[in-house]
């Protein structure tokens, strides 16, 4: 082989891994899937995101489609499969997301500061302790939810409870304590303050606050994605209009929350309450919160 030749072929190597490189970089023709949890508000939830994927398709020369689950336990399985490349994450799915299955906060979402987790019960209700719940039905929300699943079941640690009812969704975990059919909820002081208003008939009282203040949730990046790749998609993101980020609630210059204390939880409770050894119950009869 003369070095003509040799010279040649070797250019077009290096363009050959240049080119490979740069397709590698920007996922051209690759597909994107977008992850949140809406509960019910399915339009609503896609025409909110409509822009946003038309800008990642446009920068990107991907597919880019919307996959919303409708409660947090839906959410976990994609999650865990890794099927979505994007996550618009609530605090207990980022948790679990980021130490359970090494997905990458990218951004901070917009929320509530200072969020917590409740238990209510109704205002006749004898009970006026946690202890009080012991031998009770107590309404949570899916394994995902941070007020409605994790921080409650972390606060009933050591008792037995009769039942457990896994909820889809805040209002009808406010609606089992409205029926009597649980003796007490938990969810979000928000939720409580937004749908205990469809309930006109039930007077409802606060049992317990919990202390600690519930992060805000994270856009994620799901590490099946090159690295280079995350970085570009990162960049595409922080740059665009302010309104595609208001749209879909994500801050490209807030800083990313301190879960710390959210995993701990997190973890603690999956020692306790072993609940993926039941996947789609939809209640627990009894429920025995100890570790081991």
């Not at 409770?269 to 025995?288: C, D, N, T």
């Amino acid at each position: 082989m003369n070095s003509r030749y040799s010279r040649r072929l070797f250019l077009l190597q290096l363009f050959f891994l240049a080119a490979c490189g740069s397709r590698s970089l920007q996922g051209e023709g690759e597909e994107l899937i977008i992850g949140t949890v809406s509960y019910s508000e399915g339009q609503q939830t896609l025409s909110q995101y409509d822009r946003l994927i038309n800008y990642l398709g446009e920068k990107t020369g991907s597919l880019v489609r919307l996959e919303p689950a409708f409660n947090e336990n839906k959410a976990i399985e994609r999650i865990r499969n890794r099927s979505w490349s994007l996550v618009f994450a609530p605090p207990g799915l980022a948790a679990i997301a980021i130490t359970q299955q090494q997905y990458r906060p990218l951004f901070t979402l917009e929320g509530v500061q200072n969020l917590r987790s409740i238990l209510v019960v109704q205002e006749n209700s004898p009970i006026r302790s946690l202890k009080d719940l012991a031998n009770k039905t107590v309404a949570l929300g899916q394994p995902g939810s941070a007020t409605g699943f994790y921080l409650p079941i972390y606060n009933l640690y050591g008792l037995t409870l009769a039942e457990i009812l896994l909820a889809p969704t805040p209002k009808t975990i406010l609606s089992l304590v409205a029926e009597g059919k649980a003796d007490a909820g938990a969810l979000s002081q928000r939720e409580f303050n937004f749908y205990k208003t469809q309930f006109p008939q039930i007077p409802f009282r606060v049992l317990y606050t919990d202390p600690h203040s519930v992060p805000l949730g994270s856009v994620l990046i799901s590490p099946t994605i090159e690295r280079n790749r995350q970085e570009f998609i990162r960049q595409i993101l922080s740059e665009a209009a302010s309104v595609l980020a208001q749209e879909t609630g994500y801050v490209p210059t807030g800083s990313i929350p301190d879960y710390r204390y959210m995993i701990s939880v997190v973890e603690r409770v999956k020692s306790i309450f072993p609940y993926e050894l039941q996947p789609g119950s939809a209640q627990l009869k009894p429920a025995r919160l100890f570790k081991g």
